[in-house]
Structure formats: C-alpha cells, structure tokens
C-alpha cells in the first residue's frame, strides 16, 4: 500500500517543530508518508501496535515516554526517532532503543533519518561520540573494559536453596577478588536482604529499574543503587513485595543487566523459579511476572541450575531442565544438587547419571545438606563462608572454581579469612 | 530477546551531525571496571553480630556504675545518726571521766536540737568530771559534765553504825547527814541536826570484813571544797553524835 515509502507516525507533543518535520516527512519529495499525528503516547502505542508503521517521530518531553514505551513500540515492529528538546538534552536522558536522535533545530534532518530507520540500527556505528554532554557520564568511553559475565543462579519450584547459593557463590567470588554484583530478581518475594542481613529498606532493583526505564541509568546510577555488603561485593536488593514485580519493565531490566556488565566483573542473579510466559494476545504485551528470570537466562553467561537431592527436589530439578532448555536452549548450565545426605541412600553416581539422562550440565556440583552452618549463617546475616570452614562452603568454592576458571586462586589466603572469623563467630 | 540499544539526547555538532553514544551493548560504556575506580556504592546497613564493643552495652554498663555510685552517695548523705557517748558502767558525780568509761553508741535524734544536748562521741575534753550520776547504758549529756570538779569537791569520809545507812546505798546517790547530839545540852533541844544536806555518795564500800560482818561502815560523800565552815560544822557534829544518813530521792 505505501509502496517504497515508510510509515511515519508522529508525536510530538505541541511540540513548534511539528509544522517542519511534517513538511520535511510528508513533502513531495520525501521517501516517507505520514500515517497519523498522534495526540499523545497512549494514540501513539495503539496506531503502532497495527503495525503498519516502520518508524515514529517522538518528542523527548512526550509526556509518560520512557524505555518501556520504546520496548512497547519496538515490539510492535516501529522503530524510534527521537525529536531531542533543549531540556532533555540538558538531563542527559538516555532511553533504550532509540534508533536515533534528532535535534529539534535540526528537523529537516528527519526527511533522510526517518526512511533509513530500522530497528536494528546502530546509531552509535554512524556517529562518533563527540557531545560534551556525554562525557561526564561516559568516563573513560566505550570499549576499554570486557563486559561483566552474568551469572544466573534458577532452582525450579519449591525452595531448592537458590537464594542461599547465589549468596554464597557471590561472597565466594568477592572473596576472590572479583568485583561482583549480587542482583535479587526473585520476582516472587526475594530474600538475598535477609540473608546478609541488611537493613535498608529501598529496593536497589525497582531504584535501579526505575533508573533505566526513564533513560538515566549507567554504571554511576547502578553503582549508587546497590549496597556494598563487604570489599568487592555489592548488592542490589529486591522486591519489597512480590507484586510489585509489575514496576520491573522488561526493557528496562533488560538495559540493568547490560549495566551491570559494565559495572562489575561478576553479576550473581537470584532468580525467581517460574519460567512460564503469559500468553500475548492481539500484539499487546502483557506485563510479564517472569521476564527477570526468562531474561536473564535468555543472556547468562552461566547458568547454576539448584535442585534438591529429595526425590521430589530431584524430580523439580529433572521438569525444570527440560523446561529451561525449551525457554533457552543455549545457556551454558551448571547443575548444582543441593542438601545431599547420606541417609538419601543415593550416590552422586546415581544423581549424576539421572541428572544427565535429561541434560549435559557443564559441570555437577554437590552440596552437603548442613542445616546448622545455614542457620548459623542465616542468624548472623553473614555469608555461610563466615562461618568458618563447611563443607557448603568447600562446595561453593568448587562452583566457584568451574565458573571463573580462576587458577590463580590461592587457598592461602582463605585460610587466613577463616582464622580470623572464627575468632569473631565462635 | 535482543540486546538492547540505547541513545542518548545530544548535542547537535555544527556540521549538524546528531552526536549519540550508544550505552547499552555489553561492554561499550560504564565508567568503571574492576581495579579501574568502579563508582563506588554506599555501604549497606547490616545487623551487627553483637559484641562486647557495642556502645549500647558500654552506655549500659556506665548508667549501671553511675547509679550505683549515686546510690551509694545517696544513702550515706541521707544517714543521719550521730555518735554520742554513752557510760559504761555507772559513775558518780564528781567522778573524772575518760575515754575508758565510755562507749560510743549511734543513735539517730528526731529533732536537730536534741543531738546537741548529747556530747558527741568525737569529742571528750580533757579533765572532765561528771556533775551528777550516770548509769550503765546511759547516753552521756553535755548538762552532766563540768570541768575540772575534782578540786571543788572535798570527800568526807563518815563513818556509821551500819544500821544507820539506807540500805543499797551507792555511790551517786544524794544524801543528807543528820547527827544526834550525844551531850546533854543538846539534846535537850530533842532533835537531830542536819549537817549537811544534798551530798553525794562517793564511795560505799561494803563493810566486808574477814572476819565476819562489821558493825560499822565508811561512806565517803562529796562536799563542794568551798563550803568549809560546813565541813567544819559537820566533823564537830559528827565527833560526838549518831550519826544518820537519810536518802534522798
């Protein structure tokens, strides 16, 4: 129907460089036709979602727009454009998925960055980054650091330990001297704050969320967001209650793990156990409860899969890897069986073979069941490892060891740690 | 799920070119890496283990000593007994007392103004005699001493038929002297004189001889020294008369 040319919609707000841009859009000679002037971001969210336009023409101070609005039109098949303002530019706003950015003295601009807009662009590929207005916040620029590896810690449903792992496997590797991040996406009631016995109330992940989802959030913003809970490791705690997972946008977690890779060597996830996608009707998009968990695994470097060694915890775990490699078929996994006892009656050979009659873990981890040493770790707010030497704690360093590949690792120095906390413990 | 791509709002260069930084692919941005001044995070509020170094416990301790010392100063401040001497053993008027007469006791007055009839315990000045009798146990008062009577006082010793002393006399106890005269003169006037009125027994010593009980007894009384016309009066009367002591209250 519109032949070679592209769909344009346009929000701008009553914005005075409307009357420009749709001369410079809808002129005789432009590549591009305009479908609709949209009213406002709600007009312009619904005419997307027929997906008859290519691009929109945004105004950056169109009122309620923000990263989960550009997720929202991205998904429709719309890329952005954004219209920069004298204000938005002074905030030094940035919004995931913008294909591009448009001064508003610069509208005639518009007639050659519409058509070329797609949603795969890479804005950055095009244009060097000259703004004075970036380089407060960008620091020493991009590229001069590899990215942060992410590091997912799921369990199925019940309460296989996931939250205690992921803890302990975080205070493993800042030990070691890697900076690491310990996020709580547990989109059901996470408890990483109680385990380290931290006492802010403030949610660091819905702060942080909040940060990306209008466009503000960088390594500084994260940074200021999360804890620091010891030397190297810090920690962004979670849902105050679990059914405000709805202010956790998928764009805009999406935008905090890549930050988080820009932030820290390590990003430790707790992940919520349910991997089920709500169903999407009529190209709206629901929110979705378990886009932390299915997102993050969707991007993890590793993924430690925990189950129990109970006959119930060790069927969970055998569902939940069949389901998980549905969801996300190349994740590197680590099968990590936690509480195994002797009175189980079962050998890791066993376990092992049963686990790898469904997957081929990277690596299998067991974990002895020692309810005293959690409890004690539990009741202190300390990581396990605080607690002097457990075989918990030997367990984790081993995960430790499969995930970072780390042999300069010397035991030496943990001896010492141990010493002097006992001291303190006991 | 796609990686996410990010633009920034710029400023536009002169030539016009749209200036964006591209933030959000892994690895592109962050101002910060491991060992490279990380932008810092503040440190979290955690619960404390707790510890013998906690403030709570020294501001607890430190209220605990406090009090007791106040305590302590409270109660000695609110003690208000005072010390005062009190007889050993019964003395009688006239008698020099010493610290090995007395005992101190504590006793606590009602009233401000009856401690100061009571000597107290502190203080003895030398050379005090006592200006009437006290009695075992009795607490000893300022009204009962005086000073330096042991040269005031004259002791009389009398000797009597015993049948003549009250019985149970004792030294402290007031006395008068009658004598009958024996000469005819006299005792045509058909009554006994009294010699000397109001005197103190010093001494009663019981008439204990070896041999088996004696007939007559010595009592020493005192009689102020600068009375002695009546010392005088009294051993005439005394030399030729019966002589009778008569108790007094």
């Not at chain 1, 914005?15 to 406002?40: I, M, N, Q, Y």
């Not at chain 1, 539990?378 to 970072?404: E, I, K, Y």
Request: charged share 20%.
């Amino acid at each position: 129907m519109l032949g070679e040319r592209t769909g344009v919609l346009v929000a701008a707000a009553g914005a005075a460089w409307e009357v420009e841009a749709l001369r410079a859009l809808a002129g005789p000679s432009a590549r591009s036709v305009l479908l609709k002037r949209c009213v406002d971001l709600s007009d312009l969210l619904a005419t997307a979602s027929t997906g008859q336009a290519r691009v929109a023409v945004v105004a950056a101070g169109l009122p309620g727009l923000d990263a989960d609005s550009v997720s929202h039109l991205r998904s429709a098949g719309t890329a952005v454009v954004v219209v920069a303002d004298a204000r938005s530019r002074g905030a030094g706003v940035v919004l995931a998925g913008v294909s591009a950015v448009v001064d508003e003295t610069d509208v005639e601009r518009l007639a050659a960055v519409v058509p070329a807009a797609t949603l795969d662009e890479d804005v950055c590929g095009e244009t060097e980054e000259t703004g004075d207005a970036t380089d407060d916040r960008e620091g020493s620029g991009p590229g001069s650091h590899e990215p942060g590896r992410v590091v997912a810690v799921w369990g199925p449903a019940g309460a296989p330990g996931r939250t205690t792992l992921a803890v302990t496997l975080a205070a493993e590797l800042a030990a070691r001297g890697h900076d690491t991040l310990l996020v709580d996406a547990d989109g059901y009631g996470g408890a990483v704050a109680q385990h380290l016995g931290i006492l802010d109330e403030v949610s660091g992940l819905l702060g942080a969320v909040r940060l990306a989802n209008s466009g503000r959030l960088d390594a500084r913003g994260l940074a200021a967001t999360a804890r620091e809970v010891r030397a190297d490791l810090r920690v962004l705690t979670g849902l105050p209650r679990a059914d405000r997972w709805v202010e956790v946008r998928p764009a805009a977690f999406d935008l905090l793990l890549t930050t988080a890779r820009s932030l820290c060597r390590y990003v430790v996830l707790d992940l919520g156990f349910s991997l089920e996608q709500d169903p999407q009707s009529y190209g709206s998009s629901v929110p979705q409860r378990n886009h932390m968990t299915v997102g993050t695994l969707d991007v993890a470097d590793e993924v430690v899969v925990v189950g129990g060694a109970d006959p119930v915890g060790l069927a969970r775990l055998a569902r939940g890897l069949v389901e998980m490699r549905e969801v996300v078929p190349s994740a590197t996994t680590r099968v990590a069986v936690n509480r195994v006892r002797a009175s189980l009656g079962w050998t890791e050979q066993e376990v092992r073979a049963m686990v790898e009659g469904f997957v081929t873990p990277a690596s299998m981890h067991f974990l002895p069941d020692e309810p005293a040493v959690v409890d004690r770790a539990l009741m202190s707010g300390r990581p396990v490892q605080d607690s002097g030497d457990s075989g918990l704690a030997r367990a984790a360093a081993g995960l430790a060891d499969a995930l970072t590949g780390d042999p300069t690792w010397v035991p030496g120095r943990r001896v010492r740690l141990r010493r002097r906390r006992a001291g303190t413990t006991r | 799920m796609s990686r996410v791509s990010a633009g920034t709002y710029s400023h536009t260069t002169p030539s016009g070119a749209v200036t964006a930084a591209h933030r959000g692919s892994a690895g592109s941005a962050g101002d910060g890496r491991p060992g490279g001044g990380s932008p810092p995070s503040p440190p979290a509020r955690r619960v404390r283990r707790p510890s013998w170094r906690d403030p709570r416990l020294l501001a607890g301790l430190a209220i605990v000593a406090v009090s007791v010392l106040l305590g302590v100063r409270l109660l000695a401040a609110a003690d208000d007994t005072t010390t005062v001497w009190s007889v050993a053993a019964d003395l009688p008027a006239g008698h020099a007392v010493d610290a090995g007469d007395l005992r101190p006791v504590e006793v606590r007055f009602g009233s401000p103004g009856l401690a100061e009839r009571y000597l107290p315990a502190t203080d003895l000045p030398p050379g005090t005699v006592l200006l009437q009798d006290v009695s075992t146990g009795e607490m000893l008062p300022r009204a009962a001493l005086g000073e330096g009577g042991t040269q005031d006082v004259a002791e009389l010793p009398i000797s009597l038929s015993a049948e003549s002393v009250p019985v149970g006399v004792r030294p402290g106890h007031v006395v008068d002297v009658w004598v009958t005269p024996a000469d005819v003169a006299a005792r045509q006037a058909r009554e006994a004189v009294r010699v000397l009125e109001g005197v103190t027994v010093v001494a009663a010593p019981e008439s204990a001889g070896a041999l088996g009980p004696s007939m007559t007894r010595q009592v020493v009384v005192a009689v102020p020294a600068e009375e002695e016309a009546a010392i005088a009066r009294a051993l005439a009367a005394l030399a030729d008369g019966t002589v009778v002591l008569v108790g007094r209250g």
